[in-house]
Antibody
Framework: EVQLVESGGGLVQPGGSLRLSCAAS????????MSWVRQAPRMGLEWVSA????????YSADSVKGRFTISRDNSKNTLYLHMDSLRAEDTAVYYC?????????????WGQGTLVTVSS | DIQMTQSPSSLSASVGDRVTITCQAS??????LNWYQQKPGKAPKLLIY???SLETGVPSRFSGSGSGTDFTFTISSLQPEDIATYYC??????????FGQGTKLAIK
């Protein structure tokens, strides 16, 4: 059974940093692209970032480019999102999501999410 | 980036009704479209991929159609457990993969 468990969310001040983690199990992690998608309170879904199964290729939304970095450790079956220069508008539930294949970034399974709150 | 326009933003229907949601892409995306269901406080769940393919385990009352720029999502007979917000998402070529604004479905 596929499981994606996010962690690392919390309260952070504007301008601060945070690293989210997503522990994956139930599938061969290194052979699937992974993504982060976020949802601000009472708002819709926003695609944030994606990474290929090997970790060689990464993509990010313009809204986070230069501030957020997606990475993965295939030896630990873990996906990361390092977030710098956080803003109030980054407040959201962040979902880790699994793709269909190594370079197939469309999402077919989601974790339960971790809440990030940016506030002073 | 490709823009996705989803409508309506909300709708109310009775149990047993046929419900239709539309999604329009700002450019041709072939059939590279997903439909997700999100219940309150829960993660989204994939229902339809490749515009019309039903994900494993999803009830057959859910269906999708369309290609190019215009897509439709249909619930043939609305059930109480279908109360949720529904999102389309395009995945043409490489990311960014944009979502529609969502449709909140309520029971009349």
């Amino acid at each position: 059974e596929v499981q994606l468990v996010e962690s690392g969310g919390g309260l952070v001040q504007p301008g601060g940093s945070l690293r989210l983690s997503c522990a994956a199990s139930g599938f061969t992690f290194s052979t699937y692209a992974m993504s982060w998608v976020r949802q601000a309170p009472r708002m819709g879904l926003e695609w944030v970032s994606a990474i290929s199964g090997s970790g060689v290729s990464t993509y990010s939304a313009d809204s986070v480019k230069g501030r957020f970095t997606i990475s993965r450790d295939n030896s630990k079956n873990t996906l990361y999102l390092h977030m710098d220069s956080l803003r109030a508008e980054d407040t959201a539930v962040y979902y880790c999501a699994k793709g269909w294949g190594s370079v197939s970034y469309s999402v077919n399974y989601w974790g339960q999410g971790t809440l990030v709150t940016v506030s002073s | 980036d490709i823009q996705m326009t989803q409508s309506p933003s909300s709708l109310s229907a009775s149990v047993g009704d046929r419900v239709t949601i539309t999604c329009q892409a700002s450019q041709d995306i072939g059939n590279y479209l997903n439909w997700y269901q999100q219940k309150p406080g829960k993660a989204p769940k994939l229902l339809i991929y490749d515009a019309s393919s039903l994900e494993t385990g999803v009830p057959s009352r859910f269906s999708g159609s369309g290609s190019g720029t215009d897509f439709t999502f249909t619930i043939s007979s609305l059930q109480p457990e279908d109360i949720a917000t529904y999102y389309c998402q395009q995945y043409d070529n490489l990311p960014p993969y944009t979502f529609g604004q969502g449709t909140k479905l309520a029971i009349k």
